[in-house]
């Protein structure tokens, strides 16, 4: 599993095991099929995106009790050593059918079914919900970001302010599947594969003489790549500072310097005072690039605004996904054996059996039939084994959010779309 060198076996609630061994002491070892929903969207959602499959297989696979991990479950006094001995010796048996990753789904309707001997099904519970949940919300974050973007440039700049390293991967992975351009976090961007990208912090500038200084050193080392950030002190010298350095450097050695980034202030009027000054200046190729506790909701109205925006940065309410931080994600039971499984309570409802989910429309799709499991090749839940390449997940969601009708795909109040379940 992403950032944890061994066995992912204790990653897992204590409960998954006094459970298990109950079953394990009675016998209970026939097949079990639970299944993944999430019971309702965030506020101002319209959709979520599937994710996470990737870590969940590698999880799943490396999934085995090591002798360190039985001695550490011998001193919680709970297990017998009858039970300590199966675990040291099984491996978790499990098969799933899943919406492939990059897939837009919605509430209560299936995202993944496991199916395995009870105690395998249930052994893996607390690390299905983990992997799944951040992964879906920060998908669906990225998917509604880059919708709001509308064709400008997205990088992720979270690492700083995620909870955690392996938050940070999760959320630079979704912005990949959704068409960030790059992360600044070289970490994410050595195991995805991902390009990596980044510009300077206030503390360069500060520690020079002057802020032109900064711009000058900066340039001369990175040319072409150079962003010059232009708020520490006040943001239309630094502008100007910053057309005068590129200026000189295009004269001297025809390299054009890649931009400018604004992290605060009044983003639409300076962005517009920057791109007039840099055509006054014969400086027009510098790209006007834009961060500063930006979300989606601030994106769509800062180009609603007539923003002069090249680039995006997206960090801290990307990562930590600040509107929808966690969602109700649930893994129940749906069968066991020959029976039919659900649970009556008030609100936490849920459907018995194995099912099938059928989308339905032309261009635009029109609505998600949900009904009792049969073999069909429409069916959305297909067979999970292997992860999937990139592009194939990226392609998919692309695909998918196109058609998507524009109401069900708002940033604010979204129309919700029909879910049946026949």
């Avoid at 050595?190 to 206030?202: E, I, N, P, S």
């Avoid at 998600?368 to 997940?393: N, R, W, Y």
Wanted: aromatic letters at 12%; one cysteine or more.
């Amino acid at each position: 599993m992403w950032l944890i060198k061994d066995s992912p076996s204790l990653f897992t609630d204590l409960y998954e095991l006094t459970m298990a061994q109950t079953y394990f002491v009675k016998g209970m070892c026939q097949s079990a099929y639970f299944e993944v929903t999430v019971r309702r969207l965030p506020e101002n959602w319209g959709y979520f995106v599937m994710a996470g499959l990737t870590e969940l297989e590698d999880c799943v696979r490396k999934f085995r009790f090591t002798r360190d991990d039985i001695d550490f479950l011998r001193t919680t006094k709970l297990f017998s050593d009858e039970f300590l001995h199966y675990l040291l010796n099984a491996k978790v048996d499990v098969r799933m059918r899943a919406l492939p990753e990059g897939s837009v789904f919605f509430p209560d309707e299936p995202a993944l079914e496991v199916e395995g001997n009870l105690i395998s099904a249930q052994l893996i519970e607390s690390c299905v919900l983990n992997v799944l949940g951040f992964s879906i919300i920060s998908a669906t974050v990225a998917a509604r970001t880059i919708s709001a973007a509308g064709g400008v440039d997205v990088v992720d700049f979270g690492l700083r302010r995620s909870q955690g390293p392996v938050a940070s991967v999760r959320a630079a992975r979704a912005g990949q599947m959704a068409g960030f351009k790059a992360t600044s976090n070289l970490y994410a961007a050595r195991m995805l594969d991902f390009a990596c990208t980044g510009t300077m912090a206030h503390s360069f500038v500060e520690v020079h003489e002057s802020e032109q200084d900064s711009f000058i050193n900066y340039a001369h080392l990175y040319g072409e790549k150079a962003i010059f950030l232009i708020d520490t002190y006040d943001p239309l010298e630094g502008i100007k500072k910053a057309a005068f350095v590129a200026a000189e450097l295009y004269k001297e050695k025809g390299v054009k310097v890649a931009g400018i980034r604004i992290d605060s202030g009044y983003v639409v009027k300076l962005s517009k005072f920057a791109r007039s000054y840099f055509e006054q200046q014969g400086v027009g190729f510098l790209k006007i690039f834009v961060s500063g506790d930006l979300d989606e909701f601030k994106i769509k109205d800062l180009l609603a605004n007539g923003a002069e925006i090249d680039g995006i940065g997206i960090g801290t309410r990307f990562a930590v996904s600040r509107y929808a931080p966690s969602i109700d994600i649930v893994y129940k039971i749906v069968k066991y054996g020959d029976r039919e499984l659900s649970k009556t309570s008030p609100d936490k409802q849920s459907r018995p059996g194995r099912k099938s989910v059928k989308r339905i429309g032309g261009q635009f799709y029109e609505k998600d039939v949900v009904s009792s499991f049969g073999a069909q090749p429409d069916d959305l839940l297909q067979s999970f084994k292997t992860a999937e390449d990139m592009a194939t997940i990226k392609n998919r969601l692309s695909d998918q959010l196109s058609r998507l009708q524009p109401q069900v795909k708002a940033i604010r109040d979204p129309a919700r779309y029909q879910v049946v379940f026949a």
